[in-house]
Every structure is written in C-alpha cells, then in structure tokens.
Nanobody, 115 residues
C-alpha cells in the first residue's frame, strides 16, 4: 500500500501562484505515470497534468502555459507549480500514482482562487 499526501493548497487571489506537493510513502520510480487531477463542486474529477517516469508531460488545455509539473524521484515527490491562477481553477486537487504497484490517490488539497 502506498500513501500519497498532498500539501500546498490554500486561498489566493486571481493572478497569484501556489505550489502543490505530493509526497509518496514509497519510491515513485515504479509508477509509470503520476499526475494531478482536480474536482470542482458539482463537477467530475478532471485531469490537470500527467507526468511519466521518463518525464513526458500531458497538460489539460485549460492549464497549458500556466501550470508546470515536476518530479523528484529522490524525494518521492511530485510538484505542481500553478501561476496566473483564475477563479475557474478553484477545486480540490488530487495526486495520483499509477503503475505496477497499483493505482493510488491522495486525500486532496483545496485550492480556492478569489476574484
């Protein structure tokens, strides 16, 4: 069993920045993909970005050019740098890890962007 713990969420004004972190309880190199998803009230969970073990990334169109994902295998952590935040980015952000060990989710961290 692998635990994922997100942190870094909070309340920010439109145009501001936040950096989310997701720390895994086990090595992340075993996971083919890791990523960030988000779920706004009344909406389905949606993909924000995926990053593969090789570093390939896949961003949702809505965040391209504003968000940047990175991973540090040594620290068992992935990050999501979020810039130029908009009220539409308000959601609970979840970390995901998927690979041979299984498919795991974190508990989520709330991001609220005020106008």
């Amino acid at each position: 069993q692998v635990q994922l713990v997100e942190s870094g969420g909070g309340l920010v004004q439109a145009g501001g920045s936040l950096r989310l972190s997701c720390v895994a309880s086990a090595s992340i190199w075993r996971f083919n993909t890791m990523g960030w998803y988000r779920q706004a009230p009344g909406k389905q969970r949606e993909l924000v970005v995926l990053i593969t073990s090789g570093g390939t990334t896949n961003y949702a169109d809505s965040v391209k050019g504003r968000f940047a994902v990175s991973r540090d295998n040594a620290k068992k952590t992935i990050y999501l740098q979020m810039n130029s935040l908009k009220p539409g980015d308000t959601a609970v952000y979840y970390c995901n890890a998927n690979g041979s060990p299984g498919n795991y989710w974190g508990q989520g961290t709330q991001v609220t962007v005020s106008s």
